[in-house]
């Protein structure tokens, strides 16, 4: 007997599997795999995997037969590959079944057989729809010293560094929370599950002029640290001057200082910045103010450099005073509340972003120490380039 099924196989997971072994029950498996064109016109996005690497791995598995790229498309772009296996039996699974699908089998006289999601035992259940919801592995951002400068309304008083660390989504990534998610969210609409293997800066370019569209109605220019904390790997830095995109862009990838990094800072949960609330409100921008949060910067970089902890946390700490003096409705809420129930326990601490809430990021004397006597906090996994 042979046994045909369809899909389009992109994010392979432990559900197919189980499909597979299901469907070969009835017979010799052969599968139909929705090509590159067909996903795209479909689903109005690339694949993360290509055509001929799905069907690589749908091959390898050991209950299949053999298998095809469709030829057709659309929902029936199976319908030249059914006409080459020529099947006894057509299996779909409950949530791939059709009316049309049914009507085609009875046409052809192909046994029509529905099988119901049911996981291998021991597992989770799985599909693509829920893996394409929690699966993406988009970066996020820390920014540690010198937040705003990359505003032209700041930085048009002084020139500065921002500082942003690029980080691995090894924790949930709150909205609203101070990590860039709005920027992020803009990545996955292009990109939904990975950043795609192209330069770094050019990426992170792309990224903020995709973000910023000439017809935003709102007025708002995202801050370009947002983009390139996300997309630049490692430790970066990027000077602004009065100009959105920064003049010069530097990066540490030292394993050295990228793992002293991760275990000097950790993330508290805060509540999300509330809705509607405004952190520019009452802002005082002055010349004397941003050239406090430019020295910050520098401070941080250099001590950043020579692994220096107290330091560190001295121009960690300036850099949060600096910004706060010119944006005090950075902290507001709930958030003094967690600032009065952690200071004591940290060297330093600030909000990631424009704060108002999201979370505390603070420097402390050994970040799994620190973890294992707080459950709530969060350790932080720096990407590396390549990654």
């Not at 030829?71 to 059914?82: C, H, I, K, R």
């Not at 999601?117 to 010198?146: H, M, N, Y």
Request: contains cysteine; charged residues 20%.
């Amino acid at each position: 007997m042979k046994v045909f099924v369809s899909g389009c196989y992109d994010l392979l997971h432990s559900g197919h599997v189980e499909f597979f072994r299901q469907a070969a029950e009835y017979g010799d498996l052969y599968v139909g795999i929705g090509s590159d064109k067909t996903y795209l016109g479909y689903k109005h996005r690339k694949t993360v995997y290509g055509e001929q690497e799905r069907l690589f791995m749908v091959k390898s598995i050991r209950y299949v037969k053999d298998a095809y790229i469709n030829a057709g498309s659309g929902v029936m772009d199976f319908v030249p590959t059914l006409d080459i296996v020529k099947p006894d039996i057509f299996v779909v699974n409950e949530d791939g079944s059709s009316e049309e699908k049914r009507q085609l089998c009875e046409q052809r006289g192909i046994k029509y057989v529905v099988l119901q999601r049911v996981p291998q035992a021991g597992l989770q259940p799985r599909s693509s729809t829920e893996l394409k919801k929690t699966g993406s592995q988009i970066p996020t951002r820390l920014d540690l010293a010198g937040t705003w400068i990359d505003q032209p309304y700041v930085s048009q008083y002084a020139p500065g560094w921002a500082i942003t660390i690029s980080l691995e989504p090894t924790f949930e990534v709150r909205e609203r929370c101070g990590l860039s998610t709005s920027t992020r969210n803009m990545i996955r609409k292009i990109w939904p599950y990975q950043l795609p293997n192209m330069d770094p800066e050019t990426l992170a370019k792309l990224v903020f002029c995709f973000e910023n569209d000439p017809e935003r109605s709102d007025g708002i220019i995202s801050g370009a640290q947002d983009s390139i904390g996300i997309c630049v790997p490692g430790l970066c830095r990027h000077y602004y001057d009065n100009r959105f995109w920064p003049e010069k862009i530097e990066t540490c990838y030292d394993e050295s200082i990228l793992s002293w990094l991760e275990s000097h800072l950790i993330m508290i949960p805060m509540e999300p910045r509330r809705p509607g609330c405004s952190v520019v409100e009452g802002k005082d921008i002055t010349t004397p103010k941003v050239k406090a949060l430019a020295q910050a910067a520098d401070n941080c970089w250099q001590a950043i450099m020579q692994r220096d902890l107290n330091a560190f946390a001295k121009a960690y700490a300036a850099s949060f005073s600096a910004q706060t003096a010119m944006f005090p409705a950075m902290i507001q809420g709930s958030v003094p509340h967690y600032i009065n129930q952690y200071k004591d326990q940290v060297l330093a601490y600030k909000m990631p972003g424009a704060g108002g809430g999201g979370y505390l990021a603070c420097v402390v004397d050994d970040s799994s120490s620190f973890c294992q006597q707080h459950n709530e906090a969060i350790m932080l996994t720096i990407r590396r380039p390549g990654l």
